[in-house]
């Protein structure tokens, strides 16, 4: 429940503080919102159940593909994971793994935006 709270936080205080005009461009963008969603979603370190929350916030601002980026790597990289699996795995193996997952959503963000611009 505490993540919950926290993620609610953190995206009403971008809603709020974060102009809308930035948003927007950012978001727009097929490959660049892919990446803010990510990098958002890596800062942000919340569990599986608050991501669904945080991201249904930004669906009427980003592309499809990078909402879906942001719930597909928010639950396998994010920074409290990323120092948990250092502690408890050698520093190449975490770094193999961060790059897999990192350039798998990725590639699912963009192929996603892509085929939904074909589609519309």
């Known amino acids: 429940m505490n993540y919950l709270v926290i993620g609610a936080f953190l995206a009403a205080s971008v809603q709020v503080f974060v102009p809308r005009t930035l948003l927007t ?3 727009s963008h097929e490959t660049g919102s ?3 969603m990510m990098l958002v979603a890596f800062l942000l370190s919340l569990c599986s159940g608050a991501d ?4 249904s916030t930004f669906v009427n601002t980003f592309t499809p593909g990078s909402v879906v980026a ?3 790597f928010g ?4 920074l409290k994971n990323v120092l948990m699996m250092l502690a408890a795995f050698k520093w190449s193996f975490v770094l193999w793994l961060v790059l ?3 350039t ?3 590639c699912l ?3 996603i935006n892509l085929t939904a611009v074909i589609v519309i």
Do not use: Q, R, Y
């Open 109 to 111: 963000g963009v192929a």
């Open 52 to 55: 669904a929350f945080v991201a």
């Open 100 to 102: 897999w997952v990192t």
């Open 34 to 36: 892919v990446a803010v």
């Open 75 to 78: 639950p396998m990289v994010d």
């Open 104 to 106: 798998l959503a990725f």
């Open 25 to 27: 461009s950012a978001g």
């Open 70 to 72: 942001f719930m597909v």
